[in-house]
């Protein structure tokens, strides 16, 4: 049950009680950061200056879940904070000083400080016309949700004084995303806001307030006004929440995802060919959670062990895979495009992995994503059906080399995407398709005993190949090299004289 279901049937005293204990809860999880936070609002009132902890970390404070990333505000302008900051910290940058913010690195928290704000907004490009204001309650009206906008005042003394003037705890306690004055205005200061609302729901599990709701969808086109640049971020943020399933039904039923995903809604017009489903995008949904659910397992299911070549930091298996969720959810988008009804009834998508491969690299592009992570999630996308030409183990050892070889780094992510795509009711069906996987595994981790399927390379090097051939440096030794690579994926291993006999060969062949 999700909090906003459980905070509806509490009474009155229930929830005060539970109220009060998360305060608590947050005071205790304050508590054991007093050595960073006491000492930094000593230094701020010796100055003259409050200081507060806020937005997010109250909010993460109060859920149990604070990071080692603390933001801040206070009355003081940002030339005192870098100030006060330089006396203290290990490092200090002011990039975002124009915008009234100082960053710096205390101990183990990154802590990022900014004057309290009062901003305009131009109402074209979103860009604020920064004003610092004078009051904490000033400051926190213009935040973007009213979780988001409580306070903690830090004192001299190791006093924690919590601040609330829009009640965003209530909010908190009813799992509600709302803003603190009416979503119009928010939106239409920074239309970002509707997509972080979104990545909230995904992050938070909380539900939007039907006006926050009403306001997106009629609102969405002002999405346009943003960079694409701050749009990926909160696109990512959104697929490594906890709640990423919700995230994204949220941005396709509010319509974002038409304007910045268009791919996403545009799977619901293609009824999955298994019939298991009630379309594409729903199939899509549930192969995404099957995706997460495998990140902090091996690809058989069995979670990472402590010790040996497969070992895995604990904190490292649980972090979101960004480019395992974003294949699962991606990998059927070829399927509009490549659907054909075939006699009898059936519908198919013929090399619907090939097209969803290039839709992937270009939607990606367009939002400027890392060219490493264009590549892996296209290549993700591309190979994910390779594995049912696998039948009964019908594959030889030439095939097996090449998946793993066509895969390269990415093969854990291949081995859990295509279990994850296993999205059957059929239970038998299903566990044979793992069974089946099961096998192919088997004989990569047999293949890779016997020889280096990691880094298969040609048996000879470029000086090997020019020297045996008498050629100089240029396009013909790469032929040759690319030859006797495909030839180390058909036969495996060869002896220096074979693969120089057979080098010799091909040669003769390619001059005669």
Known sequence: MTDSAQSSRMSDEQRAERRNRLLASAAQTLGALDDVLTPLAARFADRGYALYLVGGSVRDA?????????????????????EILAASASAVWDTGIDFGTVSAQIADQTVEITTFRSDMYDQVSRNPIVSFGDTLEGDLIRRDFRVNAMAVRLHPDGRQEFCDPLDGLSDLLAGV????????????????????????????????????????????????????????????????????????????????????????????LTIDEHHQHKDVYQHSLTVLQQAIDLEALDSRGEPYPETGDEAVDADQSRSPDLVLRWAALLHDIGKPATRRHEDGGGVSFHHHEVVGAKMVRKR??????????????????????RFHGYGDGRWTDSAVRRYVNDAGPLLGRLHKLVRADCTTRNRRRARKLQETYDDLEHRITVLKEAEDLDRVRPDLDGNAIMELLGLPPGPLVGEAWRFLKELRLDAGPMTREDAEAALQQWWARREG
Do not use: W
């Open 62 to 82: 109060v859920l149990g879940r604070l990071s080692n990333d603390l933001d801040f505000t206070t009355d003081a302008r940002p030339t005192v904070i870098a």
């Open 177 to 268: 995303i709302d803003t603190p004055s009416a979503p119009e205005n928010s939106f239409n200061d920074d239309p970002l806001r509707m997509l972080r609302g979104v990545r909230f729901v995904a992050q938070l599990g909380f539900t939007p307030a039907p006006r926050v709701l009403e306001a997106t969808r009629a609102m969405v086109d002002q999405i346009d006004r943003i960079t694409v640049e701050r749009i990926r971020v909160e696109l990512d943020k959104m697929i490594c929440g906890e709640y990423a399933i919700e995230g994204v039904d949220l941005l396709v039923e509010t319509g974002l995802a038409d304007r910045v995903l268009p791919e996403v809604p545009g799977m619901k």
């Open 364 to 385: 990606m592009r367009a939002l400027k994503y890392p060219k490493a992570v264009v590549d892996d999630v296209s290549q993700l996308v591309f190979l994910h059906l």
